[in-house]
């Protein structure tokens, strides 16, 4: 590969890692259970930075979300980084667009929701209601 950077398909129906030496970036393009691919939509409006000096679009908050939110097995839960997401974004996040993200599988964004409520109790406001 250039710059004598080495890729592996690590898990090929959702994660690529790239490694530069010992240092490595995810290349993530699906979420763990298939259900949330990365399309068009997790392009639009992201904050730009350059990685191992290649300019990239980082992911928006929204779509952080929804790629984690997926991530619950037994040695593996990334809850608590939904909820921080949640603590620190909850006014500026999309909720209608992340609803529609969900789709079918909205309960999965319920869950976490409730969950938000029990970890950051004085802060319950913070999600809208409807």
Do not use: C
């Not at 679009?57 to 779509?63: F, I, L, R, T, Y």
């Amino acid at each position: 590969m250039a710059a004598g950077w080495r890729a592996e398909l690590t898990y090929p129906h959702w994660l690529a890692k790239v490694y530069a030496g010992e240092d490595f970036i995810d290349l993530i393009f699906n979420s763990g259970n298939g259900l949330t691919p990365v399309d068009d939509r997790w392009f639009v409006g992201n904050a730009e930075a350059v990685v191992l000096g290649v300019p990239v679009k980082v992911v928006n908050p929204e779509d952080g979300l929804l790629s984690k939110a997926f991530i619950m097995e037994r040695e593996r839960f990334d809850g608590a980084d939904i909820a921080h997401l949640l603590q620190a974004n909850a006014e500026q996040l999309d909720w209608k667009g992340l609803v529609e993200r969900f789709g079918a599988h909205w309960r999965v964004l319920l869950a976490h929701l409730t969950l938000f409520g029990f970890v950051y109790p004085g802060e319950r406001h913070r999600i809208p209601a409807g």
